[in-house]
């Protein structure tokens, strides 16, 4: 199973991004996803959560200009950014909680990151 983000950049305080986390390989299930990021000199920070329910979860630091979303006919997760500010700087990671056969475990896999850089 490999996890692939897109979509950073770098863009102006006030701007959006939206970032794209596809799942590919042996997949049966894709359970809960989740963005994580992680700034220089900073521990690694949740962002959002999306469950295969679409319940979603939220930093507050986010609330009401990030939008989690997925599409699971194609196993894809998506972040929506909007009115960024330049402390969302950093790279961000996704992950999802995968099962490849029915009755077997689920592992969690991670994406490689994608950059963000807020400033003017």
């Known amino acids: 199973v490999q996890l692939q983000a897109s979509g950073g950049g770098l863009v102006q305080p006030g701007g959006s991004l939206r970032l794209s986390c596809a799942a590919s390989?042996?997949?049966?299930?894709?359970?809960?996803m989740a963005w994580y990021r992680q700034a220089p000199g900073k521990q690694r920070e949740l962002v959002a959560t999306?469950?295969?329910?679409?319940?979603?979860n939220y930093a507050e630091s986010v609330k009401g200009r990030f939008t989690v979303s997925r599409d699971n006919a194609e196993n894809t997760m998506f972040l929506q950014m909007n009115s960024l500010k330049p402390e969302d700087t950093a790279v961000y990671y996704c992950?999802?909680?995968?099962?490849?056969?029915?009755?077997?475990?689920?592992?969690?896999?991670w994406g490689q990151g994608t950059q963000v850089t807020v400033s003017s």
């Open positions: 992950n999802a909680d995968v099962k490849s056969r029915s009755y077997g475990p689920r592992y969690r896999y």
């Open positions: 390989g042996s997949i049966f299930s894709v359970d809960a």
């Open positions: 999306i469950t295969n329910s679409d319940s979603t």
